[in-house]
C-alpha cells in the first residue's frame, strides 16, 4: 500500500473543490431570499415554488424525461445488439465499416452530429419535435451502450451458453435465460449513460427541436442569457439530487447484481 504523500492529497482535494465547489455554491444559493444570486439575503424555499408554478420549465422537463427513456430504451436494444454482431459474429464482409459506423459518433463533433440531422430531417420532410429528438438522441447514444456491453461480453464465458444448449435450450432461450441476466449491469450501465447523456444533450436538440418540443437544456440556455435567476438554481439543484439519487441506486443495483453473478458462475463451476 502507498502512502498518501502531500502532493496527492493537494492534487485531489484541488480536483474534488474545482468539480464539487461549484455546485455547492450553486445548492446554497437556490435557497437564497434575495433575487440577486450572488447576494446572501437569507435563507428561504420560496423559489422552488415560484418554480413549481413555472409551466414552461414543466412543459420542457416533461419532454426531456419522454426523450430519455424513449431514446435509451431503443438504443439500449440497438446497442445490444450491435454488441452481440462486433464480438459474436467472427469475421464478415463489411465488419470494418460496421463496426466504423458503430464507432463513429464517439469522436464526430456533436456539431457536425446535429447539423447532419437537421439536414436530413429537413431533406426528408420530417417536422421537427418530439420523435426527431428522440432519433437523434438514439443514433448517437446507441455507439455507447455498444462500447459498454461490448466491453462485457469479450469476457463472457461461452460454456455457460453452451451448457444451456446441451440441455436443450435454444439459442434465444439460452441468451434469455443465461446471457442476458449475466450482462445485465452491463446493459442497466448503458442505459444510464445513454439516459445521462439524452439529459445532459443540448448542442444536438438544438438542431432537432422544433417550436413545439423543447428540452430542459435548452429552456435553460435560452434562459440564463438574460441572466441567472434563482430558479435556475433551485432547478440546477433538483437535478443535482435526483442524479446523485440514481447513481447510489444505480451503483447498489449493480454491486448486488455482480454478487449475485459471481455467485452463480461459482455455482455452475462447482456444480
Not at 452481440?84 to 467472427?90: F, I, K, N, P, Y
Request: glycine share 6%.
Amino acid at each position: 500500500m502507498r502512502r498518501l504523500t502531500w502532493f496527492n492529497a493537494t492534487s485531489l482535494t484541488l480536483g474534488f473543490a474545482f468539480l464539487y465547489l461549484p455546485m455547492i455554491i450553486l445548492i446554497v444559493y437556490s435557497f437564497n431570499e434575495s433575487k440577486l444570486v450572488t447576494v446572501w439575503a437569507g435563507f428561504s424555499t420560496k423559489w422552488y415554488g415560484t418554480l413549481i408554478q413555472n409551466e414552461a420549465f414543466l412543459d420542457a422537463a416533461w419532454v426531456t424525461i419522454q426523450v430519455a427513456v424513449v431514446s435509451s430504451t431503443i438504443a439500449t436494444v440497438l446497442g445490444t445488439m450491435a454488441a452481440l454482431v462486433l464480438v459474436r459474429a467472427g469475421r464478415f464482409y463489411g465488419r470494418t465499416l460496421f463496426s466504423g459506423m458503430i464507432y463513429a459518433p464517439l469522436v464526430m463533433p456533436e456539431v457536425i452530429t446535429g447539423l447532419s440531422l437537421l439536414l436530413l430531417f429537413i431533406g426528408i420532410g420530417l417536422d421537427r419535435g418530439i420523435f426527431t429528438i428522440i432519433l437523434a438522441h438514439t443514433t448517437f447514444s446507441m455507439c455507447f451502450v455498444s462500447v459498454v456491453v461490448s466491453s462485457r461480453l469479450v469476457t463472457f464465458d461461452r460454456s455457460l451458453e453452451e451448457a444451456a444448449l446441451d440441455l436443450g435450450c435454444s439459442h434465444f432461450d439460452a441468451f434469455r435465460l443465461v446471457t442476458l441476466p449475466i450482462i445485465a449491469p452491463a446493459v442497466i450501465s448503458g442505459w444510464l449513460l445513454a439516459f445521462t447523456l439524452s439529459l445532459d444533450d443540448l448542442v444536438i436538440a438544438s438542431f432537432t427541436a422544433g417550436p413545439s418540443a423543447t428540452t430542459l437544456p435548452i429552456k435553460i440556455w435560452s434562459s440564463i442569457r438574460l441572466g441567472v435567476s434563482p430558479e435556475i438554481n433551485a432547478l440546477s439543484t433538483i437535478m443535482i439530487a435526483i442524479v446523485a439519487i440514481g447513481v447510489i441506486t444505480a451503483s447498489l443495483i449493480t454491486k448486488r447484481a455482480s454478487l449475485r453473478q459471481q455467485a452463480d458462475e461459482r455455482a455452475a463451476v462447482h456444480a
